[in-house]
């Protein structure tokens, strides 16, 4: 009976850290994901923006990273114009948290794009 018991616990305990460890998967995965839809925008405004410069460039990319709930500044993002370039970079703070033990765990995600049309 005991027996059964602690075996029943063991199980319990293994099925827990499985699904704490695949949810945590996810959500690195779910993060992933962002950041590759996050460069892709980028580039996209960087595209269409190209001609103007870099205030309005700066202006569009920071609405787009809060549309994705990147809150950045001005001055956290440097755009570099050239001739037929445009240049941009940044980085952010993003991070996955494990539920029932409340442990975060941050990644430092950076950005680095150019642009420049054919």
Do not use: A
Request: glycine share 6%; net charge negative; proline share 2%.
């Amino acid at each position: 009976m005991v027996d059964k018991i602690f075996g029943l616990i063991k199980l319990t305990i293994f099925i827990l850290i499985v699904g704490l460890l695949g949810y945590s998967g996810w959500q690195y995965m779910v993060m992933e994901i962002k950041n590759y839809q996050i460069k892709e925008e980028i580039t996209r405004v960087l595209y269409g923006e190209i001609r103007n410069d870099e205030y309005i460039v700066k202006e569009k990319v920071l609405e787009k990273l809060n549309k994705k709930g990147v809150n950045l500044t001005y001055d956290d993002l440097n755009v570099v114009k050239e001739e037929y370039s445009c240049h941009i970079e940044f980085t952010y703070i993003d991070s996955i948290t494990i539920p029932i033990i409340k442990k975060s765990f941050y990644f430092e995600k950076e950005i680095n794009t150019t642009v420049t049309p054919q």
